[in-house]
Structure formats: structure tokens, C-alpha cells
């Protein structure tokens, strides 16, 4: 039932046929009994309409999804830190004037908090794996910066973080975006294979792996041991070929889908100040998990 009063609220971009936003959107605003509406605004010429049709439509916030997120950065007036380092936004908000933000690399260290807090711990020993170079890489990393410099006792971080990436160009890029710091570098395929035992933690962000998508992985199957958790944030299919290579050798998994979850929760928090419940999110995931199997 909708009125009047009823917020607006949708997803820009394009294609956006198999779009989850609906479903994580709409479902909370249901169960927090928030009086809000999540549609689905595609097209191929947001750049030549502008924002400003919404805004007249009294749409309250957008998320924003490919080829959209560096242009949704460069139309706001107040924007994030994280934003503002990677150069792109997912969220725009339409209160004072627009405001960007960037819930992806939030999203994704949620996961991993929820997973085991251990992982983000900057005083252990053990290392961080972060496999590609592209912008998922990016706002993960900067995410993770934040994580480990906000719980370093005196600032002193002792967990490194590595990149295995084939961009060289992009992979300096992020270097320079984080200040160079002392606890990120980058490493090779070959130096991965021999380290692996020094690694916990592998996070795969490129599309090697997506329904559609083909392309040699980063890493070879036997890295894989019963020590480490690989987090590959590709949700379709539920199950990559290197999740089931990790799987086999008896690694922890952090679904793909949990990112996707993670990030449209604190776009929901953004949207309407509704600090949301643990029971709404287990509801939320459950409805998640479904719709992709089904997919599948």
C-alpha cells in the first residue's frame, strides 16, 4: 500500500534485468514498517537526462550500479572518503543538494567481520591476499585500510596485505590512493603459491568465475588448505569454480552474495536512519540466497 507520504527510492543504471536491490529494499522497508517504495530506474542515457527528473519526482535516493558509479561521484556536492579516493559512488542521497557515498568496500569488510572477526585483526602475523586490481579491489582495500587503522593499538599495524594483480598500472594506482602504506604491497602468482601458508585471508575481487564470464584465475586450485578463508565476491553463479577448488581442499567460504547484502543494508541505514535488526537480516539473506539458486 503506498500514499502520499510514501519515500522514493530505486536503482539507476543499466542493464538492470537481474537486479537483487528490489528485493533486499523493498523486504526491509516491510519489516522495519517504513513507509518507502524501491523501484528500478533503467536506462542508457542517465548522463544526458541528469538527476534531476528524479529529484523533481521526489525520489529520495538512488543506488547506483555500472556503468554509473564514477559519474554518480562527479554530480555530488558533499561525497565520502571512500568516494572521494576511488572516484566513484553506489549511493546518492537527495537531501541538501546530493550527496555520494560508497557502501561496496563497507559491505564486503562486513562480511568478513561476520565471517570471523580474526580476519581484519591488524596485530596477527598472518597476511591478507587480494586478488585483481579493478574497482571492487579498490573500495575493499580502502575499507579495509580504515578497519585496520581504526584497531591498531598505537597505529601500529602488523598484518600486511598483498595485491596479485595482472594491471600493474591499476595496481600502483591503489597504492598511491592509500598513501603507500607500510602494511600493503604487491605480490606475484609464483610468490603467492610459495607463501601461501603465510596468507589467512584470500579475497578475490575480479569477474573470472561470473555467469557469462571466462578467464584464467589468478591463483592455482592447490594454494588452497584447510587454514585459509577465500572470500570471492562473485555471487553468480552461488559457487565459482575456485570456490568449489577451495571447498574441496576443505577452505572456510564467505559467500559472494553476502557483499551484496552488506552493502545494500548500509544504503538502507543511509536511506531512512533505521539502524537495521539482526532477525530483518537473516530474513533478508534467506530471500537472497533463494532468488540466486534459482538463478543458477
Not at 579491489?137 to 580504515?146: C, H, N, S, V
Not at 609464483?190 to 571466462?214: C, Q, R, W
Request: hydrophobic letters at 40%; charged letters at 20%.
Amino acid at each position: 500500500m503506498y500514499s502520499k507520504h510514501t519515500e522514493i527510492f530505486g536503482i539507476l543504471g543499466y542493464p538492470l534485468g537481474h537486479t537483487l536491490s528490489p528485493w533486499i529494499h523493498n523486504t526491509l522497508f516491510q519489516l522495519s514498517g517504513y513507509d518507502g517504495v524501491y523501484l528500478v530506474f533503467e536506462n542508457q542515457h542517465w548522463k544526458e537526462i541528469g538527476l534531476r527528473p528524479l529529484m523533481e519526482l521526489g525520489v529520495r535516493g538512488v543506488s547506483v550500479t555500472i556503468p554509473y558509479k564514477e559519474w554518480a561521484y562527479s554530480q555530488a556536492n558533499i561525497v565520502c572518503e571512500a568516494s572521494k579516493t576511488m572516484g566513484s559512488s553506489n549511493t546518492l542521497l537527495f537531501r541538501d543538494g546530493i550527496e555520494a557515498v560508497n557502501t561496496d568496500g563497507t559491505g564486503a569488510v562486513r562480511s568478513i567481520l561476520q565471517a570471523n572477526p580474526n580476519l581484519l585483526d591488524p596485530h596477527q602475523e598472518k597476511q591478507i591476499l587480494v586478488l585483481g586490481s579493478g574497482g571492487s579491489a579498490k573500495g575493499i582495500l580502502f575499507a579495509i585500510a580504515e578497519s585496520l587503522q581504526k584497531n591498531a593499538k598505537k597505529g601500529k599495524i602488523q598484518r600486511k596485505v598483498n595485491i596479485l594483480a595482472r594491471n600493474e598500472a591499476a595496481t600502483k594506482e591503489i597504492l598511491f590512493s592509500l598513501g603507500n602504506p607500510e602494511w600493503l604491497g604487491v605480490t606475484t602468482k609464483e610468490t603467492s603459491m610459495e607463501e601461501a601458508e603465510n596468507y589467512d585471508l584470500i579475497i578475490h575481487t575480479t569477474p573470472v568465475g561470473m555467469k557469462g564470464f571466462s578467464g584464467e584465475p589468478l591463483l592455482n586450485s592447490d594454494f588452497f588448505t584447510k587454514k585459509h578463508t577465500l572470500f570471492d565476491i562473485v555471487y553468480n553463479p552461488l559457487e565459482t569454480e575456485l570456490v568449489k577448488q577451495a571447498k574441496k581442499k576443505k577452505a572456510k567460504i564467505i559467500p559472494g552474495y553476502h557483499m551484496l547484502l552488506y552493502q545494500g543494508i548500509r544504503q538502507f541505514e543511509l536511506f531512512t536512519n533505521i539502524q537495521t535488526k539482526q532477525k530483518w537480516i537473516r530474513k533478508v539473506e534467506s530471500i537472497l540466497f533463494k532468488q540466486l539458486k534459482n538463478r543458477s
